[in-house]
T-cell receptor
Framework: GENVEQHPSTLSVQEGDSAVIKCTYSDSASNYFPWYKQELGKGPQLIIDIRSNVGEKKDQRIAVTLNKTAKHFSLHITETQPEDSAVYFCAATYFGNEKLTFGTGTRLTIIP | DTGVSQNPRHKITKRGQNVTFRCDPISEHNRLYWYRQTLGQGPEFLTYFQNEAQLEKSRLLSDRFSAERPKGSFSTLEIQRTEQGDSAMYLC????????????FGPGTRLLVL
């Protein structure tokens, strides 16, 4: 089955700087890659996703890149703000497989 | 659009007791998922429903766990004879019709087994 690895496990950046979180996946059939943000005591909230027919997707300060050949994808957050502090999870699946396989999470701390 | 809701939000029980959680998905979504999340880990898939049919169950879902979605709307997850290892956050998610893979999560039910 699918295995998703996520790095780093913790990340601290100064407010205003950029943050990058990387994930690798094992199943070459995977073609859908969502990113979730989870705040303390809450459920995961979808922040951006990408399908394998595109290499990059942007939404304001957030972008995701996908390298299908290398089987890795990354989350980029620019101009970080204190409210970006949370745990971020990447996940992978393929159309027809209803199960999302998650990475182990990255705790992002924005230092004011 | 009211998001996914879960009740209760917190549950403390003694080992050996039965517990039941409820999930109400986004109203037009026909797919409903249960995941379990332990401290410091990502959510792990337990089971999913398309309408009222339970179509896949993870090996994590032991015989003590049962999930239902009788009318294709809300779902319940019951754990019988709880064990301390069942302590976790139980998350529910829903998604729309085929071709829309995005899963939207509820706030979760945090279970503590003493």
């Amino acid at each position: 089955g699918e295995n998703v690895e996520q790095h780093p496990s913790t990340l601290s950046v100064q407010e205003g700087d950029s943050a990058v979180i990387k994930c690798t996946y094992s199943d070459s059939a995977s073609n859908y890659f969502p990113w979730y943000k989870q705040e303390l005591g809450k459920g995961p909230q979808l922040i951006i996703d990408i399908r394998s027919n595109v290499g990059e997707k942007k939404d304001q300060r957030i972008a995701v890149t996908l390298n299908k050949t290398a089987k890795h994808f990354s989350l980029h957050i620019t101009e970080t703000q204190p409210e970006d502090s949370a745990v971020y999870f990447c996940a992978a699946t393929y159309f027809g497989n209803e199960k999302l396989t998650f990475g182990t999470g990255t705790r992002l701390t924005i230092i004011p | 659009d009211t998001g996914v809701s879960q009740n209760p939000r917190h549950k403390i029980t003694k080992r050996g007791q039965n517990v039941t959680f409820r999930c109400d998905p986004i109203s037009e979504h026909n797919r409903l998922y249960w995941y379990r999340q332990t401290l410091g880990q990502g959510p792990e898939f337990l089971t999913y429903f398309q309408n009222e049919a339970q179509l896949e169950k993870s090996r994590l879902l032991s015989d003590r766990f049962s999930a239902e979605r009788p009318k294709g709307s809300f779902s319940t997850l019951e754990i019988q004879r709880t064990e301390q290892g069942d302590s976790a956050m139980y998350l529910c998610a829903s998604s729309g019709r085929q071709g829309q893979e995005t899963q939207y999560f509820g706030p979760g039910t945090r279970l503590l087994v003493l």
